[in-house]
């Protein structure tokens, strides 16, 4: 004989069997989705659905609601809240959300609904301007010489070394540089001013 708070027990049991229990939700994507409302960027959300025995449910009607004031946002029809199936393997995403411009941490609620069976969460979702600061620009590589400029080094140290040359022979006094010849036949005279080499001062 069943006592009375046995009786209860049973037909709780029973009540729930009927109903067809609870369905569990799990987030496999976006618990804590950061969405960027200057760029209209959202992070993706994706949950699942479990029966009563543990399995993937499928062909249960999942439904995302955002709030209506505050950090918050809204799908591509303009709801604040969009109904989606599970597949096969138990699983639904969000799709289509549009933050907004109010930034800050909002909750995500998430509701599952399948004949008698139901089942909720709340994911914690926030509204923040990702970094778009551009990398530091590196430092600009060495300008090379160009071949003119190596030439005319060259041309002004010849001519350096043949003056030197030319005040060590005379003992000091300046000396006229050579002379050369153009491919006309004139001549070409490169003049050197006064170079006098003494001591060190």
Same mark, same amino acid.
């Given at each position: #004989?069943? /006592?009375?708070?046995? =009786? =209860?027990?049973?037909?709780?049991?029973?009540?729930?069997?009927?109903?067809?229990? $609870?369905?569990?939700?799990?987030? $496999?994507?976006?618990?804590? !989705?950061?969405?960027? %409302?200057?760029?209209?960027?959202?992070?993706? /959300?994706? $949950?699942?659905?479990?029966?009563?025995?543990?399995?993937?449910?499928?062909?249960?009607?999942?439904?995302?609601?955002?709030?209506?004031?505050?950090?918050?946002?809204?799908? !591509?029809?303009?709801?604040?809240?969009? =109904?989606?199936?599970?597949?096969?393997?138990?699983?639904?995403? #969000?799709?289509? +959300?549009?933050? *907004?411009? +109010?930034?800050?941490? +909002?909750?995500?609620?998430?509701?599952?609904?399948?004949?008698?069976?139901?089942?909720?969460?709340?994911?914690?979702?926030? *509204?923040?301007?990702?970094?778009?600061?551009?990398? #530091?620009?590196?430092?600009?590589?060495?300008?090379?010489?160009?071949?003119?400029?190596?030439? =005319?080094? $060259?041309?002004?140290?010849?001519?350096?070394?043949? /003056?030197?040359?030319?005040?060590?022979?005379?003992?000091?006094?300046?000396?006229?540089? %050579?002379?050369?010849?153009? %491919?006309?036949?004139?001549?070409?005279?490169? /003049?050197?001013?006064?170079?006098?080499?003494? %001591?060190?001062?």
């Amino acid at each position: #004989m069943l /006592t009375r708070f046995g =009786l =209860l027990l049973a037909l709780s049991a029973a009540s729930l069997c009927a109903a067809g229990g $609870i369905l569990e939700i799990v987030p $496999i994507q976006g618990e804590h !989705a950061v969405h960027d %409302p200057i760029r209209g960027i959202a992070s993706p /959300t994706v $949950i699942e659905v479990h029966d009563a025995a543990g399995k993937p449910a499928r062909g249960v009607e999942v439904t995302f609601s955002a709030p209506a004031i505050g950090p918050s946002g809204r799908f !591509a029809d303009g709801s604040r809240s969009q =109904l989606v199936t599970t597949g096969s393997d138990g699983r639904a995403s #969000m799709v289509g +959300f549009q933050p *907004n411009s +109010f930034e800050g941490p +909002f909750s995500l609620a998430v509701s599952a609904h399948a004949q008698d069976a139901r089942g909720s969460i709340v994911l914690r979702h926030s *509204n923040r301007p990702m970094s778009t600061t551009p990398p #530091m620009a590196s430092s600009a590589a060495p300008r090379k010489s160009s071949g003119m400029g190596k030439k =005319l080094l $060259i041309i002004l140290g010849v001519g350096a070394a043949i /003056t030197a040359a030319s005040v060590a022979a005379t003992g000091g006094s300046p000396a006229a540089a %050579p002379s050369a010849v153009s %491919p006309s036949g004139g001549p070409i005279t490169i /003049t050197v001013g006064d170079i006098r080499v003494g %001591p060190p001062q």
